[in-house]
Each structure stands twice: as C-alpha cells, then as structure tokens.
C-alpha cells in the first residue's frame, strides 16, 4: 500500500465510504472530462506513478484509466477545493475519456436547459445586468440628492 503523504491527507474532507470526489480535467483546453472517486491509496498511486488511479464504487477495486481501454489520463496538475472534499485534476488525455467513446462524458451526457423561475438562462444575464444598473442608478441618484 502507498502512503499518501500526511500533508494531502490532513487536508481532504472524505464521504462515510472514505471517497473523494475528482474532477478530471484537460490541462490544455480546461474542459471538463469526466467525474471519478478516489480514496486515499487512489490519491497516492496517483501522485507517484503520474497516471490516474480511481477507486470504482461499483466494482469495488482500483483501476487506472487507460489499463484496457488505452485511452490514458497522465497527471499534469492537482489541486484541493477550499472544502477539502474534492480534487481537480489537470491531466493530458491520450485518447478519449469516456467509456461511450467521446472525449468527455459530459459529452455523450447531453446538455439540460436550465430555467430559472421561468426565465430563460440565456436571458438571465441580461436581467441581472439591468437589475445592477437600475440599482446602481438609483444609489447615484440618492448619493446626488444628499451631497446638494
């Protein structure tokens, strides 16, 4: 078993099954490949052998992306989020992430069209922009009036 050293350990926030969330993504383009877990003995193997090591939840072992399917994720960077309870790994990926055959498994997913309370996200901005300009506007307004 490789020891992952106290300084990384100390630090992450595991589930009730020992698992921390790892987001894998592209160094180069910082697109969002695929999600993983990964305990502490993932996490060291991962830091010692530059390839990236994941525990499976549903089979219960260790597997290393790329093994079987050739498609390799070499480790180029990590980093800890503020919670300590996931990963970001930054890695080059040799081949395809997803198990479907597409680059990332956000693409074989599919996109959701998010609606917030009946307005849609594509309009969203615009309306928050205006919101801040109208009460920007108005907070001159009230500075002006009290400075005469």
């Excluded at 193997?45 to 290393?64: A, C, D, M, N, P």
Aim: hydrophobic share 40%.
């Amino acid at each position: 078993m490789i020891q992952l050293p106290d300084a990384v350990s100390s630090r992450l926030k595991r589930d009730a099954n020992g698992l921390v969330c790892a987001v894998i993504q592209d160094a180069t383009s910082g697109r969002v490949l695929m999600v993983g877990y990964m305990d502490d003995e993932a996490l060291a193997r991962t830091l010692k052998e530059g390839r990236v090591t994941f525990w499976s939840r549903s089979r219960q072992e260790y597997w290393r992306k790329g093994d079987t399917s050739g498609h390799f994720q070499l480790l180029r960077g990590i980093e800890i989020d503020c919670d300590g309870d996931a990963l970001l790994l930054q890695v080059e990926q040799i081949g395809v992430a997803c198990h479907t055959g597409t680059f990332s498994c956000f693409d074989a997913g599919g996109k959701v069209e998010p609606a917030f309370f009946g307005v849609r996200a594509q309009g969203l901005a615009e309306n928050l922009a205006e919101n801040l300009a109208e009460k920007t506007n108005a907070a001159e307004s009230e500075e002006a009036g009290e400075a005469s």
